[in-house]
């Protein structure tokens, strides 16, 4: 029983912790946006649609990060050149991934999809309980682990990753210092998109193997939340993660042991708890400011 809670879990997990860890990236460099959802559901559709065409999960996978990039190329380039509201893009940028996939994902509805197979391991599946749970996973498991290591590294112990996080805290000093400021904050929303179109593809690939309208189901918002739970620290958003994975599959396994809870309360418990969580930060006003980008959010307008 308790093999079987840690392996939903971690299947609930792991999209919401490769979509956060994207967005720390682009949240250190002074970027807000809030298009992740958008960004995760057109990964979702494009990577279940290739697969299906192809047959084959590694090309559905890499159809699903290109979806994502080109959707965060089309937010870099309206806030970072035209200069656009970053709040307002990004919303826009959710409303017209929901719409878009919708339309592109309406031949594929009902149809059974393609799952990612799992790796096994030698010797090291095959150990009781720990085997099935931490060495039978598929391998966008194992990317997202490789993904908060690879981070965290860039982000403290790299010259490149203390410049991004020196134009997030001071683009003006950094672009002073000759550092491209543009560039940087687009070449990290490019990333940003790229793991959203990952965590949707395995949304679409290992999650659920089908295609359903809308079935990031918010997950995109929640993963914004992360980071903030988070404080903008990439190991920090594994413990996030895995907690919020936690929430969301207690429904199910609430419905297994017959507790008399409603079932929508339970559903509900996901978003309740990103709630909690957001007004709980805020409340802690030294948590909130220790890690936080002096400038998320603010446009950069270079001299001209």
Known sequence: MFEAVLLTVITA????LIAAIG??????????????????IMGAVVGFAVANQTGSGTLGVIAAVAAGMAMSALFGFLVLVLVTNQVATGLALTILGIGFSGLIGEAFIGIPGLRLPDLYIPVLSEIPFFGPVFFQQDALVYI???????????????RLGLVLRSVGDNHGSAHALGYSVIRIRFAAVLFGGACAGLAGAYMSLAYTPQWVENMTAGRGWIALALVVFSSWLPLRVVIGA???????????????VELDIPSQLLSSLPYLATILVLV??????????????????KPF????
């Open 280 to 297: 709980l930060i805020s409340a802690n006003r030294r948590l909130t400011l220790v890690n936080t980008p002096a400038c998320l959010g």
């Open 23 to 40: 967005e720390l990236i682009v949240e250190r460099s002074g970027v807000l946006n809030l298009g992740v959802e958008g960004m995760m």
């Open 13 to 16: 997990a792991t999209p919401l």
């Open 301 to 304: 307008v270079p001299d001209r």
């Open 144 to 158: 997202s682990f490789a993904l908060v290591i690879a981070v965290a590294y860039f982000l403290f112990r790299t």
């Open 242 to 256: 895995y907690l919020f994975g936690a929430v969301s599959v207690l429904n199910l396994h609430a419905q297994a």
